[in-house]
T-cell receptor, first 113, second 113 residues
Framework: GENVEQHPSTLSVQEGDSAVIKCTYS??????FPWYKQELGKGPQLIID?????GEKKDQRIAVTLNKTAKHFSLHITETQPEDSAVYFC????????????FGKGTTLSVSS | KAGVTQTPRYLIKTRGQQVTLSCSPI?????VSWYQQTPGQGLQFLFE???????NKGNFPGRFSGRQFSNSRSEMNVSTLELGDSALYLC????????????FGPGTRLTVT
């Protein structure tokens, strides 16, 4: 079945450094790739997304890149701040399944000051 | 604009009982999806409702069911609860049935003893 692999599972960086989280997906028909940030005790928050007809999208300190040929997409956070500490999830749409998303297992990002 | 609301936030039930969880989507959103989040399995799609109809269903047993009302509010029901049903149940809403952008509520933490 469809699958999304996410790496690394944990990531520790110093404040001001960059952080990169990578995902691969199995369904070549997937065409929507969101990233969510989940803080303790809260639901996932949509932070950025990309569609299959775009290779890169940027929003301030956050950027996402997509390589459809290799079925890879990545989240890049620059100039990290302590408030970026959270669990980040990548996801991919499921073909023929409405708006259903398949999620990666998550990356716990810790930013130390 | 108010976000997705879920009630109750916390619930403790006994094995064999049934439970009903409620979700109110963002005003104007017509699609509601439900996800189960556990430490072991991560975020898994349960089902999606649009215009009071279940459009898609994930790989969960028939004990998990749901419905959507004419005002887009949704409920999910789990019958004959098992210990393994302990999880955070998340509801996500999107604007229309073909809109992938989903916004999550804070979730209902269900504990089955």
């Amino acid at each position: 079945g469809e699958n999304v692999e996410q790496h690394p599972s944990t990531l520790s960086v110093q404040e001001g450094d960059s952080a990169v989280i990578k995902c691969t997906y199995s369904d070549s028909a997937s065409n929507y790739f969101p990233w969510y940030k989940q803080e303790l005790g809260k639901g996932p928050q949509l932070i950025i997304d990309i569609r299959s007809n775009v290779g890169e999208k940027k929003d301030q300190r956050i950027a996402v890149t997509l390589n459809k040929t290799a079925k890879h997409f990545s989240l890049h956070i620059t100039e990290t701040q302590p408030e970026d500490s959270a669990v980040y999830f990548c996801a991919a749409s499921v073909a023929q399944a409405g708006t259903a998303l398949i999620f990666g297992k998550g990356t716990t990002l810790s930013v130390s000051s | 604009k108010a976000g997705v609301t879920q009630t109750p936030r916390y619930l403790i039930k006994t094995r064999g009982q049934q439970v009903t969880l409620s979700c109110s989507p963002i005003s104007g959103h017509r699609s509601v999806s439900w996800y189960q989040q556990t430490p072991g399995q991560g975020l898994q799609f349960l089902f999606e409702y649009f215009s009071e109809t279940q459009r898609n269903k994930g790989n969960f047993p028939g004990r998990f069911s749901g419905r959507q009302f004419s005002n887009s509010r949704s409920e999910m029901n789990v019958s004959t609860l098992e210990l393994g049903d302990s999880a955070l149940y998340l509801c996500a809403s999107s604007l229309q049935g073909n809109s992938y952008e989903q916004y999550f509520g804070p979730g209902t933490r269900l504990t089955v003893t």
